[in-house]
């Protein structure tokens, strides 16, 4: 049994940009996406949290401290958590600066800005629910979202959307409320749990560190399970050697900061 590559046409794992194209652009950031067009990235990954009141914005950490001036611009507010903070006050934040001053000026995007760029370029998205646990209901509004910019018609579920999350019950929700878009574990649970898990998820996502060939076949062995096509999308890969063991692997997919070094090692 050699299961054949969700990429097909023996072309080798999709690359995806991981908060964009964050190697070379801050992550998260619209000019992240930007630079992974520009690198001829088809997907793009990116983290989704709430703010205060209520907005969906992108961004990795709890905290707006490490990739915003928002210790400046709000100094009184320690531990600076996006939970705490309304969107016009995020809106304030310089989110490039930290990474190089020529980012000056990027924003914290919304997801509406985020996804409005992805489809500019025709990318398609790997989304991820970060910290779901402290957003209750985010899965419901996320799916809104998407809907309400045309991302849950037949084309982009089919092919250009994921929603994936380290919280498993995260996953399970967002497959009960729309089976048809598809879903990502991020995690590497024991073997014999990955029946269950099939239950609710396209695709399981484990960090490279670790990941063995036996690990990639295990999840490809239950293709067919509830009717899906069960993927391995590997983070976070940003050497030509490891993108290469993992394609060794099989995998379907690398999630990678610098995927002009991954695709080179991938196509080579
Ligand atoms: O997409 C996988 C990866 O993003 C998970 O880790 O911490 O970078 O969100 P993290
Ligand atoms: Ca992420």
């Known amino acids: 049994f050699s299961p054949a590559r969700a990429a097909d046409s023996g072309a080798g794992p999709v690359v995806i940009a991981h908060r964009g ?4 652009a801050p992550e998260n950031t619209l000019a992240a996406v930007d630079k992974a067009a520009e690198l001829g990235v088809e997907w ?12 969906l914005v992108v961004l990795h950490d709890d905290s ?12 009184d507010r320690a531990p600076w958590k996006v939970k705490d903070f309304t969107a016009a006050e995020i809106a304030r934040l310089d989110a490039g600066s930290w990474f190089d001053p020529a980012y000056a000026g ?14 500019r370029y025709d990318q398609k998205l790997l989304l991820e629910l970060k910290n779901p646990q402290l957003y209750p209901g985010i899965e419901r509004q996320t799916l809104k979202v998407l ?3 045309g991302w849950l018609d037949r084309e982009h579920v089919r092919n250009r959307l994921i929603v994936q999350s380290f919280g498993a019950d995260s996953v399970r929700t967002v497959h009960e409320l729309k089976p048809a878009v598809k879903t990502g574990f991020l995690g590497t649970p024991p ?5 269950s898990y099939a239950a609710f998820t396209d695709q399981i996502n484990p960090s490279y560190g670790s990941l063995t060939a036996d690990y990639v076949d295990a999840v490809h062995a239950l293709r067919g399970a509830h009717g899906k096509r069960l993927e391995v999308f590997t983070w976070t890969v940003n050497d030509a050697e490891n993108a290469r063991r993992v394609d060794g692997y099989g995998v379907d997919g690398i999630i990678t900061n610098t995927p002009d070094v991954v695709q080179e090692a991938v196509d080579g």
């Open 191 to 195: 073997v014999a749990d990955l029946p």
């Open 147 to 149: 809907s309400n910019e």
């Open 106 to 119: 990027a924003r914290v995007p919304t997801l509406e800005q985020f996804v409005h760029r992805v489809e």
């Open 64 to 75: 707006l401290q490490r990739t915003t001036d928002v210790e400046e611009v709000f100094p």
């Open 21 to 24: 194209a964050s190697a070379y």
């Open 44 to 55: 793009v990954e990116n983290d989704v949290q709430r703010t205060k009141d209520g907005e």
